[in-house]
């Protein structure tokens, strides 16, 4: 027994030393060092993942519950000159109301809140009880959020949309079995392409599933204490996984990959069932036969099936989308630029892009979501490749965790419009003079005005590309910021931004928040896939469309500068992630074309609409796609090519009417179960393009829509939408 508790101990330091290599790499002080876990306190922050923040697991509030009280909980301590330092202290809150026992349904999010009532059937103004917490938990964390993945592994799958809501059809899980699946998702001979095209609709007839049911028996007959040990890895790399992850509604993405270590397990089971096959037909025919019989039979049944199923969804060959991509983002910057992002998305590959392959290195990246960190905020003022530092104008000190990282907007009334590195250095001042005390009677750093401005030398922003000489360069950038609150990441990008403007060229990522471009958005220009900050007022008024257009740079970038990593080639594996930023691009593109019409630039217009069609794939997934092709389609009928305008807009109305024909075969109560075939939007559509080719005298199509509408509205009991 000694002799195993010092194995289990040895066993346990060998693994924990891995870790020893994120402390070494964070002393080495690398250019990407998120969290700079180079000390205790930060290395035990990282392990606990606490940028996570913290959820209830054996005790607390439903999501219904109001905060009666707050008081100081933990200490959170920082890394000081010469020792740990006190930073705050984590807020602790008290809930009124009902608590309970494993709440599952506590999180006072306002979307949450919603989907917890839609998803329980919780009226509103209604009270949650603990029936609710178990269904909860029973039919989302652990139907919805494991077994629908673990029945994509070794059942089969609709497609690789987001599931949002149980009963969706988008994300969820099938086996090809027709009365299985009827039963569960409705008609599936009716299916609309954007589903039965989908890569990731896999048919996998439940056989992966029942041989692994095969393996577990003939494990347990034969080894009931190996089974128990599998079934430990099984279920604590699945189930106690959900236990302890306590999801909420409306994840960012899929989390299957969270349980890949449960679905290696029962993959043990499925080799097994091998074996479980070979001894039953072993009692009925020869040995050796049976042994070979039983391996031909189930690998058909499972591996070649999965491979002839799954293999489209999984290929990466030929797909460089992600690598150009980013690529194409550096490419938008000018030289030296600074390019502030904000998600994973549009961050990560940026910044592979640099680092392994060395595309662009004199541009800065900024994170934004990482900015509300001291440790970020110094790795900024660091020269990182060819990029020199980030001018950040406050010391270190100014900014160090629980310092400023929120400083509230007090109006003084304060006439016009302030320097906005003034108001930087009002707020970084330490003086009592530029505080004001609280209702908890401590002294705060506080933002006196909401009005900012930076002065703007005319020669030196045409100099730095920010305009052109015909541009009409205003004298100062001025604007309002409505925020009853800045926030560190706010406060340290306007620092950034102060110090940095005309100096540095500044973007910000086509894909970021509105909230993070700091209401700047009338002086934003599209260069491409980041929008830069100039001296120019722009008017834009269409909600479709980021920023104006300096048309010869995006010409530029679009036409012959960009690339799309194999988009163009039609044979790549497009995931969801990459289906939703090819909106963004084909608005890009539509930006440009727009601009180009106006300008009666007609050729221009055409060939880029061209270029748009070659290179990026027409791939509906949501209804949003289909509004800006259409605004694409009716861009061809004005420059008078009419057959591609019925090309564009024949394949728009194809993809409408391949929903609604869905929709209608369908009772009432199914035509609900997807958020992203909306039966009234796709008649709001169809109706729009039957109106716009019939605008453009498109007799003979504009005949067949308003037949087709007149059909649907006939099938859906609804009259036909009216200008």
């Known amino acids: ?30 250019h990407l060092n998120n969290s700079d876990p180079d000390n205790a306190i ?4 990282y392990l606990n993942r606490e940028q996570y923040g913290d959820r209830p697991l054996i005790y607390g509030q439903y999501f219904d519950s109001e905060i009666t009280a707050s008081e100081d909980g933990d200490k959170i301590y920082r890394k000081g000159k010469e020792k740990y330092e006190v930073a705050g202290y984590k807020p602790e809150y008290t809930y009124g109301g009902t608590k309970t026992l494993f709440p599952r349904i506590y999180s006072s999010q306002d979307n949450h809140v919603s989907l917890y009532r839609t ?8 009270t949650a009880d603990f029936g609710d917490n178990m269904r909860f938990f029973v039919e989302y964390q652990i139907n ?44 599936m001979d009716e299916l609309p392409d954007s589903i039965s095209e989908n890569a990731a609709h896999n048919k996998l007839y439940l056989l992966p599933l029942l041989l692994g049911i095969v393996g577990l028996l003939y494990q347990y007959k034969a080894d009931r204490k190996d089974t128990l040990v599998v079934f430990l890895l099984f279920f604590f790399t699945g189930l106690a996984v959900v236990l302890y992850l306590n999801q909420t509604p409306i994840q960012p993405r899929e989390r299957d990959y ?48 999965m491979a002839s199923q799954e293999w489209d969804d999984h290929d990466r060959s030929g797909r460089y989308v992600v690598r150009d991509i980013a690529a194409n983002y550096l490419n938008s910057v000018a030289p030296n630029g600074i390019i502030f992002t904000y998600g994973d998305n549009d961050t990560y590959p940026l910044w592979y892009a640099q680092e392994v392959e060395y595309i662009r290195p004199d541009v800065r990246v900024i994170n934004l979501s990482l900015l509300g960190t001291d440790w970020y905020g110094r790795q900024m003022k660091d020269k990182m490749n060819e990029s020199p530092p980030v001018p950040i104008s406050w010391e270190n000190d100014k900014f160090v965790a629980g310092v400023r990282d929120a400083v509230p907007f007090f109006d003084r009334n304060i006439e016009g419009y302030t320097n906005l590195d003034q108001v930087i250095s009002f707020v970084g001042s330490d003086s009592r003079e530029a505080q004001v005390q609280l209702s908890n009677q401590e002294y705060s750093n506080y933002v006196p005005t909401n009005r900012f401005q930076i002065p703007v030398d005319r020669e030196t922003a045409i100099e730095s590309g920010a305009a052109t000489p015909a541009d009409s360069i205003v004298d100062a950038v001025r604007w309002a910021l409505n925020r009853s609150a800045f926030y560190k990441n706010d406060l340290l990008q306007l620092d950034i931004i102060a ?11 086509s894909t970021i928040p509105g909230r993070n471009m700091l209401g700047l958005d009338p002086y934003l220009r599209n260069d491409g896939l980041a929008l830069r900050i100039t001296p120019v007022v722009y008017n834009n008024t269409d909600p479709y469309l980021q920023g104006s257009v300096n048309d010869s740079i995006l010409y530029d970038n679009l036409m012959n500068k960009f690339t799309w990593g194999g988009l163009e080639s039609g044979d790549i594996y497009i995931d969801p992630e990459t289906r939703r930023m090819l909106g963004y691009f084909r608005l890009t593109f539509n930006q440009l074309a727009d601009t180009l019409y106006k300008q009666g630039k007609i050729d221009s217009c055409v060939k880029v609409i061209d270029r748009m069609d070659e290179v990026l794939p027409d791939i509906y997934s949501d209804m949003g796609y289909v509004q800006r092709d259409m605004l694409m389609a009716e861009l061809y009928y004005k420059c008078e090519q009419p057959e591609k305008g019925d090309k564009m807009m024949t394949d728009i109305t194809g993809y409408l009417e391949d929903q609604l024909d869905y929709f209608a075969s369908l ?31 498109r007799t003979e199509l504009a005949a067949e829509l308003k037949e087709k509408l007149a ?5 859906f009991g609804m009259q036909e939408p009216v200008e």
């Open 1 to 30: 027994m000694l002799n195993t508790a010092l194995l289990c101990l040895t066993y346990i330091i060998i693994g924990y030393s891995s870790y020893a290599m994120i402390v070494i790499r964070a002393k080495a002080d690398p």
């Open 711 to 715: 059909s649907y509205a006939s099938i």
């Open 499 to 509: 110090n940095s403007l005309w100096e540095r060229p500044v973007y910000f990522a």
């Open 42 to 45: 930060n290395l035990l922050s």
């Open 119 to 126: 998803w329980l059937n919780i009226p509103e103004g209604a």
């Open 667 to 697: 009772d009432a109560g199914r035509r609900q179960i997807s958020f992203r075939m909306d039966l009234q939007n796709s008649i709001t559509l169809l109706f729009q393009s039957s109106e716009t080719v019939q605008r453009y005298q």
């Open 144 to 187: 919805y959020m494991y077994l629908r993945y673990f029945m994509w592994n070794f059942a089969g799958r609709v497609n690789d949309e987001q599931g949002i809501i149980q009963g969706q059809i988008d994300g969820n899980w099938m086996s090809g079995i027709r009365f299985l699946d009827e039963a569960r998702l409705g008609n």
């Open 258 to 305: 969270a349980y890949a270590g449960s679905f290696y397990a029962f993959c043990i089971w499925i080799g097994l069932g091998v074996m479980g096959i070979s001894q039953f037909l072993a009692k009925k025919i020869n040995l050796k036969v049976s042994a070979i019989l039983s391996t031909l039979i189930c690998l058909l049944a499972v591996p070649v099936l």
